[in-house]
T-cell receptor, first 113, second 114 residues
């Protein structure tokens, strides 16, 4: 069956460390992966996307990697801050239907001071 | 530029009733998608509209329906409500329906079915 999984439901790390979130998928052919941030009581906010033929993308303290052999994307936040605490969602956009986006269940990230 | 606006923010209904949710997309965005978010199932795609036509549909029963108007505003309707329909319903708009289809979400409508 087709699945997209974010391995950790929750992740707690110390301020200043690098947070690494994992997104794995099976039985999909993604055109690209997107990452969103969601704060309590609000809708998700787009952060970054990475295409199938790209290995890595960066934006300020954020970095996303995409390994189509492992069927995995990693999302990194360097020099993490308490303000980075939120739920992070990965989203797969399949070649078969770009409008039918499949979201992972999310990882709740907590950065402690 | 104003973001995606969803109304109402909160709704309480009883089983068997029906409900209509509204979404105004970002100006210039022609694609509107609807999602259901629950703690158990996460964020699940309901359907997507582009230029007043439903372009794609998720795996939800026919009680869930929607439409889009000529000004791109969209409504979603759920008939014969069930307890399991309690969820956060999110609307998202995007500039086009294709690549890269970045979703701009509203704050959602929290529906509680009693």
């Amino acid at each position: 069956s087709q699945k997209i999984e974010q391995n950790s439901e929750a992740l707690n790390i110390q301020e200043g460390k690098t947070a690494t979130l994992t997104c794995n998928y099976t039985n999909y052919s993604p055109a690209y992966l997107q990452w969103y941030r969601q704060d309590p009581g609000r809708g998700p906010v787009f952060l970054l996307l990475i295409r199938e033929n790209e290995k890595e993308k960066r934006k300020e303290r954020l970095k996303v990697t995409f390994d189509t052999t492992l069927k995995q994307s990693l999302f990194h936040i360097t020099a993490s801050q308490p303000a980075d605490s939120a739920t992070y969602l990965c989203a797969l956009v399949p070649y078969s239907s770009a409008s039918k986006i499949i979201f992972g269940s999310g990882t709740r990230l907590s950065i402690r001071p | 530029k104003a973001g995606v606006t969803q109304t109402p923010r909160y709704l309480i209904k009883t089983r068997g009733q029906q409900v209509t949710l509204s979404c105004s997309p970002i100006s210039g965005h022609r694609s509107v998608s609807w999602y259901q978010q629950t703690p158990g199932q996460g964020l699940q795609f309901l359907f997507e509209y582009f230029s007043e036509t439903q372009r794609n549909k998720g795996n939800f029963p026919g009680r869930f329906s929607g439409r889009q108007f000529s000004n791109s505003r969209s409504e979603m309707n759920v008939s014969t409500l069930e307890l399991g329909d309690s969820a956060l319903y999110l609307c998202a708009s995007s500039l086009t329906t294709g690549d890269p289809n970045i979703q701009y979400f509203g704050a959602g409508t929290r529906l509680s079915v009693l």
